[in-house]
């Protein structure tokens, strides 16, 4: 089955910094979304984004689906976007999707 | 787009009982499915849940300690049969749309704590 692995697995930053997260999958997809995962569990949509650029506010998202690769943008990072994003892929199997092991942000104030 | 709400949203049960939780969409739905989120893992899909016949589970993921009915397009629920404490962990249903993107959403989950 697919690999999906996401770098860093960890990140702190001061508020206001920008951050790259990485997203790399091991085989074509014709999905592939950004989450967000709140303290409190909740798992928010950023991006469906299976090729392409798309911006959102201070997020923005890319990927090369040729180079098999995503990468989430945050600029100007808030103490609220801390949490884990997580990269998630699918490939027709019915619109299941194989989730990467996150990341984990923690914005400091 | 559609909201999708889960039953209970937290539950401490005790090992060797069962726990059901329910997934309500506020639209008919094409597509639903259960998820696990163990303890500071990632999410793991448990089974795709198809509206009038049996689910269809991934590998790892059995009908007799989970099972899944959706009798409709609106609704599903996930029992998680007798309970261990490595049952702990955080289920999520979600729903996937064609519409153009084929954009996934989840609900806001359900906390089990089993001792």
């Known amino acids: 089955g697919i690999q999906v692995e996401q770098s860093p697995p960890d990140l702190i930053l001061q508020e206001g910094a920008n951050s790259t997260l990485r997203c790399n999958f091991s085989?074509?997809?014709?999905?592939l979304q950004w989450f967000h995962q709140n303290p409190w569990g909740q798992l928010i949509n950023l991006f469906y984004?299976?090729?392409g650029t798309k911006q959102n506010g201070r997020l923005s998202a890319t990927t090369v689906a040729t180079e098999r690769y995503s990468l989430l943008y945050i600029s100007s990072s808030q103490t609220t976007d801390s949490g884990v994003y997580f990269c998630?892929?699918?490939?027709?199997?019915?619109?299941?999707?194989?989730f990467g092991q996150g990341t984990e942000l923690s914005v400091k104030p | 787009s559609a909201v999708i709400s889960q039953k209970p949203s937290r539950d401490i049960c005790q090992r060797g009982t069962s726990l059901t939780i329910q997934c309500q969409v506020d639209?008919?739905?094409?597509?639903m499915f259960w998820y696990r989120q163990q303890p500071g893992q990632s999410l793991t899909l448990i089974a795709t849940?198809?509206?009038?016949?049996?689910?269809?589970?991934e590998s790892g993921f059995v009908i007799d300690k989970f099972p899944i009915s959706r009798p409709n397009l609106t609704f599903s629920t996930l029992t998680v049969s007798n309970l261990s404490p490595e049952d702990s962990s955080i289920y999520l249903c979600?729903?996937?749309?064609?519409?153009?993107?084929?954009?996934?959403?989840f609900g806001p989950g359900t906390r089990l704590t089993v001792l």
């Open positions: 639209s008919q739905v094409t597509m």
């Open positions: 998630a892929v699918g490939n027709n199997q019915g619109g299941k999707l194989i």
């Open positions: 849940a198809n509206q009038g016949s049996e689910a269809t589970y």
């Open positions: 085989d074509s997809v014709n999905n």
């Open positions: 979600s729903f996937f749309v064609l519409a153009g993107t084929d954009t996934q959403y």
């Open positions: 984004i299976p090729s």
